[in-house]
T-cell receptor, first 112, second 115 residues
Framework: GNSVTQMEGPVTLSEEAFLTINCTYT??????LFWYVQYPGEGLQLLLK?????DKGSNKGFEATYRKETTSFHLEKGSVQVSDSAVYFC???????????FGSGTRLQVQP | KAGVTQTPRYLIKTRGQQVTLSCSPI?????VSWYQQTPGQGLQFLFE???????NKGNFPGRFSGRQFSNSRSEMNVSTLELGDSALYLC??????????????FGQGTRLTVV
């Protein structure tokens, strides 16, 4: 079946540091890929998405490129802020189940 | 436009009781999905409804059920509650369903605590 693997957290960075959160997936077919963010006490917000190979999703300084050859969708940001502290989830769309399959989430803590 | 609204935000129930959670999707969205989020299991798919029909179901026992009304509002019910049902229950709405490329919008969730 489909699965998503994310790097373990928490990831602790200083403000203005470079961020990478690794995400790899296993899927049949050609799923769409997503990054969601969850702030404390909140639901999930879509951060960015990519629907086909080599697509780059971007939003609020975050970027991720759909790499079919390495089955990866790593999240990057050039300069993190304290306000980016949250839990980040990588997910893929599962056409057969009509559902999202999520990774385990990576907690990011940014210190001033 | 208004987002996805889940009620109530917090619930405390006793083992053996049943509970009903409600979700109002974004206007015009016909697909509503439910997810359970726990520290141990992460985010797990419960079921998805589209135009009042359950199109798919995750690997949860029959104690978990749901329905969708003609106005697309959805409810999920958990009967005979167990301690392990304590979780954040998230509802997501989308135009066509999450198997497509359309974006899923999540509510803030209902935090259920079973004591």
């Amino acid at each position: 079946g489909n699965s998503v693997t994310q790097m373990e957290g928490p990831v602790t960075l200083s403000e203005e540091a470079f961020l990478t959160i690794n995400c790899t997936y296993t899927a049949t077919g050609y799923p769409s890929l997503f990054w969601y963010v969850q702030y404390p006490g909140e639901g999930l917000q879509l951060l960015l998405k990519a629907t086909k190979a080599d697509d780059k999703g971007s939003n609020k300084g975050f970027e991720a490129t759909y790499r079919k050859e390495t089955t990866s969708f790593h999240l990057e940001k050039g300069s993190v802020q304290v306000s980016d502290s949250a839990v980040y989830f990588c997910a893929l769309s599962d056409t057969g189940r009509r559902a999202l399959t999520f990774g385990s989430g990576t907690r990011l803590q940014v210190q001033p | 436009k208004a987002g996805v609204t889940q009620t109530p935000r917090y619930l405390i129930k006793t083992r053996g009781q049943q509970v009903t959670l409600s979700c109002s999707p974004i206007s015009g969205h016909r697909s509503v999905s439910w997810y359970q989020q726990t520290p141990g299991q992460g985010l797990q798919f419960l079921f998805e409804y589209f135009s009042e029909t359950q199109r798919n179901k995750g690997n949860f026992p029959g104690r978990f059920s749901g329905r969708q009304f003609s106005n697309s509002r959805s409810e999920m019910n958990v009967s005979t509650l167990e301690l392990g049902d304590s979780a954040l229950y998230l509802c997501a709405s989308s135009l066509e369903g999450q198997g497509s490329n359309t974006e899923a919008f999540f509510g803030q969730g209902t935090r259920l605590t079973v004591v």
